[in-house]
C-alpha cells in the first residue's frame, strides 16, 4: 500500500472529540453543538460524542459555520 493511500485511510478513520474538535476549529463547544444540530455529523461511540476529522474538514470548507 502506498504512502499516500495510507495516510488518506489514517485520516478517514480519525474520531475526535468535541474537546479535539473545539481546539481544531478554535470555537466554543457551545458553537460544535450548534454546528451538529445544523449538519455537522457527530456520533457516540462508548458514550462519548466523536467527529470523523474528514466530516469537520467537509463541514468547516462548506461554508456553513455562520
Known amino acids: 500500500m502506498s504512502k499516500e493511500i495510507s495516510e488518506t485511510r ?3 478513520e480519525e474520531w ?6 473545539t481546539a481544531i476549529a478554535k470555537v ?3 458553537t460544535v453543538w450548534r454546528w451538529c444540530k445544523h449538519g455537522l455529523r457527530a456520533f457516540r461511540i462508548g458514550g462519548i460524542v466523536r467527529v470523523r476529522r474528514t466530516d469537520l474538514d467537509e463541514f468547516l470548507c462548506s461554508g456553513e459555520t455562520k
Open 16 to 21: 475526535l472529540t468535541l474537546v479535539q474538535v
Open 28 to 30: 466554543s463547544r457551545t
Open 10 to 12: 489514517n485520516q478517514a
